[in-house]
Structures are given as C-alpha cells and as structure tokens.
C-alpha cells in the first residue's frame, strides 16, 4: 500500500463552502476497518464518482454519511456546519437524499403513494400538494412521471426516476446514487447521466457511488478512489477532461493498484484481446453438439418472484449463453428448473440427448449437470462446516470421501487441499467453518466444488455478485476457461456488462418468458436494451 | 495483512471449545439450582436440607444410585431418538405418545406371550416389535412434512394425544389383564431381564448405553448424520446438494421414534413388567430441555441423564421429606431450560462480538477505542 495518499492533481477548492465535507471518518466493524480516516469533500454542481472495488468501503461511508451508521471517530460537516447524524431521518431533515442500490420502492403502490409514504407530514395525506411537489421535481429531472400509474408496471429507468424524486422530496442538498446502473441498458444510462446533468445545474451535490471504470469517468466531475477503507487517490476535473478514456482509465488504474502492475490487466474491462477470443468461439461452435436443450419448460415461481413460462433454446457443449433480465423475473426458477430443485410442470429437458425432466437434483449431477447458486451463503455452503466437507456435500455417500457409509476424513481433507490449491480458495485451513470466509472465497469455494469431478453443463446464477474486482475476474476467466473445454454453461447475471463480456449468445428473460435471443456483437447491449424495452412494454 | 486473513480473523472472544461448552451447560444448571433455592426459601424450607436430600437419596446410598443409574435408561433412549430429528431440524414433539402405545404394547401383548419365547430371543423381539410400532407413530407427521411441508411440532403432538388415548383405551380394553384394576397382565416370575450381578441395575441400562454410542456414531460417522445435519442447518441447502429430502423426514422421524419405543421396552422388561392405565411418566417433554443442554450432542448427554436420574430418585425422595408436591422438580427443569436460553443468547451475541446489554444502558459507559481490529 504504497503511496496511499499522494493525490493526482489537486483538487480545486470552489469558492463556495462544500456541500459535504467529510473527515478523518473511521468506522470499524469485528475484524475489519471498513472506513480508516477517509476524508472527502462533495461540492455543489458537481458530480463526484466513488470508485472502488466491492469491500473497499464505499457502502459504508454512505451508510455513515445517510445517518444508518456512526463513525466511530471524525467529523461531518454540511455546508460548513458540523453535525451528528443520528438516523436516516436526521440525514433527510438535513438534505442528504440517498438512492440505493436495490430498489425500495413498494410495486403494488402508485408512485404518487410511494412518495408519500413515509414523507407525509401529519396522518391526513396532502395529496394535492404531493402532487404538485412530484410536478416540479419531475420538471427539475428532465422527465415525465405519471404520478398515478402503479411503480410496478414502470420500466427500471423509470422506476429509478421515481427513487431519485423520493430522495430529493425534502430539498435535498446531497444526493448519494449507490450503484444505480447494474441493471441499466445503455439507453437507461444515457437518460439518468442526461438526468444527473440537468441535476447539477441545479446546484445539487451528487456522490456517485460505481465500481465500473468507465462509468466513473463518463458520469464524474471528479474522481475518488477507495481501497481497503482507504483513500487512495483523486483525480480532479482538470484530468477528467483532457485526455483520452484511455489514458484516463490508465491514471485511475495507476492510482487504484499503485505499483501492482499484475491487478490492473484482470479487470475485464481493461482487455482488448476478448473481442478476438470471441470471434475465435463463434468458428469453435460451428457444427458443436447441442448439451442442453429446454422445450416449453414451465415451472412455478416462489415467494412473489415470476416463475418460467415456455422457456426453450438449446446449448451447445463449448457455448456461453447468458440470460439477461432484471432480478425477479423468473432467473431463479430458470435455474432450479434445470438443476432439479424445481420441478417443471410443463415441458422437457434434455441434457446430452437424454432426458432429464424427471431426474432428481442428485441424479442430475451424476450425469454433470451443476448449478453454482446466487445464494452462497443459504444454499450453496452449510456455513458451519468446514470448507473441506463443503467440497463434498454433494457426494455425500460417495467413494472415497465415505466408504462403506463411514466418513472418510482424510480423503475428504487431500481433495480439500489439492482444490484450494487449484481454485485459489484463502483460508485458514480446509477444517475452518466455511462461513468465516469472505464472499470471494466462498464463491471460490463453489466453484471449486461444481467445476471439479467432470462438469458437462454448468448455470451460473449471478456468478459475480457482490464480489471484488479481483475475485471477479478470476470467476470468468474460470468460465471461460470451462467453456473452451467444451461445457456448456449458462451465466444468469442481471450485470449487462458481464453477459457481454462472457456470453456467446444472450437470452432476454422477462416475466418469466425468454423474449428474445441475441447474438453477441458490437450491438448486442442496444439489442438486449430494446428487448427489455420491448418485453416491459408489452406486459 | 492481506485482505483474505482479515477477513478470515476469528473473533477472540468466541466461546468455543469444550471449557466453553461446558460453561454453557452448567451455567444454566447453577442459575436453575440458585433460584429454585430462593424458591424454597420462600416456601419456608431449608434449600440446603433440600440438595443434601436429593444427593443424598440420588447418589450416596447405594440403593439409591442403582436407582439413578437405572432411571438413566430411558431417559437416554428418549433422549437420543429426540436428538436423532432435532439435528435434522425436525421437531418430534410426539415423544409420549410413541412411547405409550411401545410401552401398552410391551406390557399388555409382552406378559402374555414372554413365557412361551426362549428368553433372549424373546426380549429382544419384544424390543424390535416396540421400535417399530413407536417408530410407525411418526408416519402420518412425518408424511405430511415431507409432502405438503406441514408443520411438524402440531402434528407430532397433536398425534401424541392420539397415540396416549389409543394406548390407555387398549389397556383398559383388549390387553387388560383380568383383574379387576385396568392394568395388563405382569411380567411372569423371572422372565423380566436380568439383573447386573449384585445390582438392581437391568441390563437394559447396559443395552441402552451401547445404542446411544451407536447413535453417536451413526451421527458423526455416516453419510446419515452428514445427511441430517444438513437438512437440520438449512433445508435449501439440502435440496441444492441433491439430497433426498422427504425421504430423509421420513427415516430420521422413524428412527427417532424407534428410539423411543426401544426406552418403553427397557421400563417395561427391566423395571415395571405392567403397566397400569393412564400411566404416562412424561418423557418426552422433561427431555427436551435435556437434550439442548447436551447440545443435541448424543455423548455430552450422557452425564445430563445421569443428572436427571440423580434428579428425579433424589427429588422423589427430597419433595417427599420437605412435604411438596414430587411435581416440584419439574419447577426446576423449567428454570433450567429459562436460563439456559439467557445463557445461549448472551454467549451467541459475545460470538458475534455484538453488545450484551440493552442499548440505555451501553449508552451510560464509555465508548469502545475505535482503533481496535485489523489495521489493513
């Protein structure tokens, strides 16, 4: 951690007093320094990107800055006025609005209700000056909301509008945007940085919290760099605005990894040879037999998720096929129908040629069928047992690992080493509780359980969610390393960028029914954008 | 430090290992003991002539230990077979009920045909016949968890009262014995199981000692108990692993009623020889607070149904001599099970490193040094 806090460029001190000025906020939680003395400074008209990997503390400086947590030590000053936050109210009563990452907004309810809610003085409702109040803010976004249609029948950028009118409802000085864009199309993005920009002008303060590269140099005035609850660097407007993207995703690597030239290279984003091994597959699939095939499958949804409705393709051994769509929309009885837990009530599944439909979860993995869960910690591991026998739950039973019924524990712990050795899992030792992991290693784990022992098709739900930069592209290289062996693999990821960069071909899963499939190519995003578009409009 | 080992850091305050397990046994036990002397106290009887007449009717004459020891029997099997589905997350709250159509069948089918079997043989197919009938009450509870996901704790006890009913109508009924008392027919001279050399200790203690092992084994050792822990830490998991679910629900409530129906066998062959109508020693419910205190670990309740024994013979006869109803060590098996649920909260959230005490009160001590922990 070398030269944590030499600063590129100096950052310009406005000659107005900053709208948020944070210092020296340290917050500690068991174990780990989430936050260590990070001071920052948010000024009025300008956007300012928090970049940095997942972990690297940025949720957590925002929790502490919209009042859900109090720093341990430092100070927080608002226009120049020191104060204590003391809770998400004291945070909106003194301007600070804040969006987060998953939507909180109730879909049953009409948007002029969801505004309402909770922001209404007194128990009558004053309906009529909400109204009036959600027309001018409206007017300060740039966008038209229809104040009585139900949140639920809203398009994500839409629904996202109505976040941000909710968190500018009390004349919001401060507005915090916690990872807004997972799930935006392209043509969501260009209309909420329009959004942004009409924002600034206005004179708000915006936090921008990403851990995407090129969006913290398109959308940022200026630029902080977190890592390991730490400042590690800023690039102020003077550097954003000259330069190619190029050279400036360089400065900000520079500044993100120091002197660490072998991390800068992993991040997907920074590489210019996977258009070519793109290109490369699409000969490779040319004439590759077909290793899954779903017809019509049909399978209920549970706790007020869609479930699938007629859902057929095909993939081939060697192929990527990513499944787009916003969380909710029948991903998960997607991936439990083809991995049995969920059993379709209509249609058929085939997996090299013979049929699986009415297989158990248990028979199915014999015959390679895997599936790497989205829910590490509830589905995928029994936390309390060791990261050894973790390697092992799904054969229980099995030779070596038990013979003759009896555990086997030494077998059990050489597989366990040799796959932590191989997958790159950190942890203490195989016996440690796999629940004391971090999520990047429990995923590590995982991966080391499903790809081990003669995978044929592997889903992946949600293969990289909530891991660091690092961890994440060791997670697809992993996938694309399975691919070229010739397994077929399914990604589900609500993350666009990712189903772009792994994907062959993309499936656009919506209300349950897959509404289209795209071929990967430099259109693709539009493509799967429009079909989003498209599947929301007509439901 | 790397990232990977910060993350990975234990918590020292963590009570693990066996001082901390143990802690967490008898702290409940010694909280249980000093309030139910405050009790006595208050009732205006000696609390401490009260524990010198438990230990000594429960432990220092000789009598009276056999007496422990073979109370332990039960006890044991009872506890083992709650243990067996507790660990798979199964509630089987139905104890009684298996226990007694086990023990009906036992005493009121077992008098009449035990002469006529050659006597191990007939001992140990009586004990088979008890298994499988207790065990075959857990069916309908155990079917409907595992096809429609109802609720076991309402169904097992509801069939609980079921089974008791069915067990006192067959005494009074079909397997009464001709006497005039509703009671079945005893035990004939010397077909009752045999005496430890010198002891009154039957050798269903023995018996019950070697199944309890076993059942630990089975637990820790086998792609079974691997199979029920996991369906005891999280069902998804479960399912996700490829594991036969309703299946498992089914043979995990079997065994554990088995179990069960193996502890009437050993009171009825070792102890009574009989049973008399609406007999119900009410098992099911003392142990359960028993079995958590071990951890739902089959070894570490061995010592607490030793305790238990020494419990019941000794308060039998200390209740007696402070003139209280015998029903008033039940009052201290409640407390033990009250504190020992303080004891887990309080020792889970010190795990967690999360505060104790209620918030208005931490606010009045100084703050924590924010420094501490890992420094990245």
């Known amino acids: ?539 | 430090m790397s990232e990977a080992a910060g993350r990975t850091a234990v918590n020292p305050r963590r009570a693990d290992g066996l001082i901390g397990r143990i802690g967490l046994a008898l702290g409940p036990i010694l909280l249980a003991f000093l309030t139910t002397a405050v009790l006595l106290a208050i009732l205006g009887r000696d609390p401490v002539a009260f524990y010198r007449d438990i230990l000594l009717a429960g432990v220092l004459r000789p009598s009276g230990l056999q007496d422990s020891i073979t109370r332990m029997a039960p006890v044991l099997l009872v506890g083992a077979g709650l243990i067996v589905s507790f660990r798979a997350s199964l509630w089987n709250l139905g104890a009684d009920g298996q226990y007694l159509l086990a023990v009906a069948f036992v005493a009121g089918v077992g008098s009449r045909v035990i002469g006529d079997l050659p006597p191990v043989l007939g001992w140990v197919v009586l004990a088979v016949a008890a298994m499988l009938i207790a065990g075959a009450w857990t069916f309908v509870p155990a079917l409907l968890k595992a096809r429609y996901g109802l609720n076991e704790i309402v169904t097992t006890l509801m069939m609980s009262f079921i089974g008791i009913a069915i067990a006192n109508v067959l005494i009074k009924g079909p397997l009464k014995g001709d006497e005039m008392v509703p009671q079945t027919f005893v035990y004939p001279e010397g077909t009752m199981l045999w005496d430890l050399p010198g002891t009154t200790i039957h050798v269903g203690v023995v018996a019950a000692l070697v199944v309890v092992v076993l059942v630990h084994l089975v637990l820790t050792r086998t792609s079974l108990g691997t199979r029920l822990d996991v369906l005891g830490a999280n069902p998804r998991a479960a399912v996700h692993m490829g594991i036969d679910v309703p299946r498992l629900i089914v043979v995990a409530f079997f065994l554990s009623g088995a179990l069960i129906g193996l502890a009437a066998a050993s009171d009825i062959m070792g102890i009574f020889g009989y049973v008399r109508a609406d007999w119900d020693p009410g098992y099911g419910l003392k142990v359960v607070p028993l079995v958590f205190l071990a951890g739902l670990n089959v070894i570490a309740f061995i010592p607490i149904a030793a305790f238990f024994g020494v419990l019941s013979i000794g308060g039998d006869y200390a209740t007696r001599k402070a003139d209280l109803p015998s029903d008033f060590i039940l009052v201290f098996i409640g407390l033990l099970f009250l504190f020992m649920i303080v004891t887990q909260y309080v020792s889970a959230r010190r795990a967690r490193g999360e505060p104790v005490l209620p918030a208005w009160f931490r606010r009045t001590l100084p703050a924590r040094d924010a420094t501490e922990g890992d420094g990245g």
């Open chain 1, 1 to 539: 951690m070398t030269g944590s806090n030499d600063r590129i460029g100096s950052s310009t001190v406005g000659v107005s007093t900053p709208a948020v000025e944070l210092s020296g906020i340290t917050k500690a939680f068991p174990g780990v320094i989430a936050n260590d003395r990070i001071s920052l400074r948010a000024l009025r008209g300008e956007v300012l990107c928090l970049l940095g990997e997942n972990g690297a503390g940025k949720s957590t400086l925002m929790s502490i800055l919209s009042g859900l947590y109090q720093p341990d030590a430092g100070s927080i000053r608002i226009d120049g006025r020191e104060v204590r936050i003391g809770s998400p109210r004291d945070g909106r009563e003194l301007g600070i609005g804040m969006v987060y990452q998953h939507l909180s907004l109730i879909p049953t309810l009409t948007v002029l209700e969801n505004l309402m809610l909770g922001s209404n003085p007194g128990i009558v409702l004053d309906e009529v000056r909400a109204r009036a109040r959600l027309g001018d803010l409206a007017a300060r976004l740039g966008v038209h909301v229809d104040a009585d249609v139900r949140v639920g029948a809203l398009s994500l950028g839409q629904q996202q509008h109505v976040e941000i009118i909710k968190a500018l409802w009390k004349d919001s000085t401060v507005l915090i945007l916690d990872e807004p864009t997972s799930m935006l199309t392209p043509q969501g993005i260009e209309e909420l940085q329009k959004v942004l920009l009409g924002l600034k002008a206005s004179g708000l303060a915006i936090i921008f919290i990403t851990h995407k590269l090129h969006e913290a140099i398109a959308i940022g005035d200026r630029v902080v760099a977190l890592r390991q609850g730490r400042v590690v660097g800023e690039l102020g407007p003077e550097v954003l605005r000259t330069g190619t993207p190029h050279e400036i995703q360089g400065r900000i690597v520079e500044v993100m990894f120091g002197e660490d030239p072998t991390r800068g290279p992993q991040i997907a984003e920074l590489r210019e040879d996977l258009a070519a091994e793109r290109s490369d597959a699409r000969t490779r699939l040319e004439g590759s037999p077909e290793i899954l095939r779903l017809d019509g499958v049909s399978a209920p949804g549970a706790r007020g998720q869609h479930g699938i409705e007629g859902a057929t393709f095909v993939v081939r051994e060697g192929e990527v096929l990513g499944v787009a769509g916003v969380d909710g929309n029948g991903q998960r009885a997607l991936a439990e129908a083809i991995a049995g837990q969920r059993r379709s009530s209509v249609g058929t599944i085939h997996l090299g040629g013979e049929e699986v439909t009415n297989l158990s979860v248990g028979a199915r993995q014999r015959l390679g069928l895997r599936y790497v869960t989205d829910d590490r910690l509830h589905e995928g591991v029994v936390g309390r047992y060791a990261v050894g026998l973790n390697f092992v739950l799904k054969r229980i039973g099995d030779e070596p690992f038990w013979r003759k019924g009896t555990i086997d524990r030494k077998a059990i712990e050489t597989t366990a080493r040799s796959l932590i050795t191989e997958f790159d899992v950190r942890t203490p030792s195989p016996a440690t509780p796999i629940g004391k992991l971090s999520g990047g290693n429990i995923q590590k784990a995982l991966l080391a359980r499903e790809l081990s022992f003669d995978p044929r098709v592997v889903v992946f739900h949600k293969p990289t969610h909530g891991l660091d930069v690092k961890t994440i592209a060791a997670v697809r290289d992993r996938i694309r390393a399975l691919a070229a062996r010739g397994v077929g693999v399914i990604v589900i990821s609500t993350d666009l960028d990712e189903l772009i960069d792994l994907s062959d071909r993309v499936a656009v899963l919506f209300a349950g029914r897959i509404v289209g499939v795209v071929e990967n190519g430099p259109q693709a995003a539009t493509r799967i954008g429009e079909l989003l578009v498209g599947g929301e409009a007509a439901a």
